[in-house]
């Protein structure tokens, strides 16, 4: 087979199949194709057209001032680079479940007439593999009218339905760049104790749902000592490579899977990175998939853990907005809670530290700020976790729920919280 790197192209002549008007996929997270991304903005040439994506990495020059007209970003899920342009109206958000992605671009409700994308270098069959990130590319790749791609040495080749051939590529550039990188930083105590309080709900055999950032790191520095637990998440990060390593992780109880850790996408270090590849014990499977309720509820002791902006004493879950202000999404929080709730022994957990703005904001709140997202309903909501304690408000009425919310809330807090609850008739 004639070497892929000798019929590469240019990114400005791959990208010269972008056309105006066009609506195009960008591939997410760790696999965001930047060097294709850097030659479209230089395109002067092209107006209208449509960017659909989830988290994006890195610096966007499509999304500037100066392209208004040209490109509009429509997010799916938003990252940190995207919330000035959502919220000066100069891109879009859309506000979905991470599993009904994939299904807008198979069933055409959302039509592509493009996907540019990142891929691990072909094998000796001549297929590449989506590579870090499966989630909603899967379905884009196949729905898409033509794929461009960026083929990278340093992509990690992946298993599972990951596999895209050299043949369904309209043009490709080579690179051999590094991803970007997320390095776990230090705990800070806040999220120590309340890493404390969530491992002290995962017991021996339990599988684990959780995400990225302190909280999810300090609660699987306290795993190390469990056995058997497994993995069925939206997305892995370095420290399920470390209870993997330390055999605290085997998958073996999953009823789904069992033997696998399954994942959607990835993103860490290159530690992480060199883990998963080519590494067959470690499956990526698109969010339709892996964030399916009817099959989380198949998986016995599922722990979902997933944070909150804030919560009110009713119970209801902000997740994805600053009131009006966009800050992520709906992602696959609600597709978990749901799933670990019907899940044998499942326990589906918000974890949150009680206070922002340096303790001068309480996060648990009489009522949500207009314009703030429920991302999880107050009927949906099961263990609520603070540096103060964890709860369990599923089957418990306002009054009760309220009262342990108060309970789990910074002490100068509690005097207001326990006022605006008996201003409601609920103490």
Request: glycine share 8%.
């Amino acid at each position: 087979m004639q070497s892929w790197k000798t019929t590469a192209e240019s990114a400005d002549a791959v990208v010269s199949r972008i056309e105006s008007g066009m609506n195009v996929f960008i591939h997410g997270a760790a696999a965001t194709p930047t060097p294709l991304l850097d030659a479209l903005a230089r395109r002067t040439d092209l107006e209208k057209v449509t960017l659909w994506h989830i988290h994006l990495e890195g610096p966007l020059a499509f999304t500037a001032p100066e392209h208004a007209g040209r490109f509009r970003s429509v997010s799916l899920f938003t990252g940190a680079n995207l919330r000035e342009p959502v919220g000066a109206g100069r891109a879009d958000f859309v506000p979905i479940f991470l599993s009904d992605i994939p299904g807008l671009f198979a069933s055409g409700r959302v039509r592509l007439d493009a996907a540019i994308v990142q891929l691990s270098p072909p094998d000796r069959h001549g297929t590449c593999s989506l590579g870090t990130s499966i989630d909603t590319a899967r379905a884009a790749v196949d729905a898409a009218g033509i794929v461009i791609a960026e083929i990278n040495d340093r992509m990690p080749r992946t298993h599972g339905h990951t596999a895209v051939p050299l043949s369904r590529l309209a043009a490709w550039v080579a690179s051999d760049r590094h991803l970007p990188e997320h390095a776990p930083r230090p705990p800070r105590e806040v999220e120590e104790r309340i890493g404390d309080h969530v491992a002290d709900l995962v017991d021996d055999g339990s599988c684990l749902q959780l995400g990225i950032g302190g909280i999810p790191d300090a609660v699987l520095a306290r795993l190390s000592d469990r056995r058997d637990l497994g993995i069925h998440s939206e997305m892995l990060s370095d420290g399920v490579v470390r209870l993997i390593e330390a055999g605290a992780v085997t998958n073996a109880r999953k009823t789904i899977h069992p033997g696998r850790t399954i994942a959607s996408f990835v993103i860490g270090t290159r530690r992480l990175y060199d883990f998963i590849d080519d590494n067959p014990l470690v499956e990526f499977h698109p969010c339709d998939r892996t964030n399916d309720t009817n099959l989380i509820r198949k998986i016995d002791d599922v722990v979902a853990i997933n944070s909150a902006i804030e919560v009110d004493l009713t119970g209801q879950i902000c997740a994805d907005s600053i009131g009006h202000r966009i800050y992520s999404g709906i992602g696959g929080q609600m597709d978990f809670v749901r799933g670990a709730a019907m899940s044998r022994r499942g326990k589906p957990i918000i974890a949150l530290p009680s206070t922002a703005a340096r303790g001068t904001v309480s996060r648990i709140v009489p009522e949500l700020k207009a314009g703030a997202g429920v991302v999880t309903t107050r009927g949906h909501v099961h263990w609520v976790v603070t540096e103060y304690g964890a709860v369990d408000l599923h089957g418990k009425s306002l009054a009760e729920r309220g009262a342990l919310l108060v309970s789990i809330a910074h002490p100068e807090h509690r005097e207001p919280l326990f006022a605006a609850l008996h201003a409601l008739n609920r103490r």
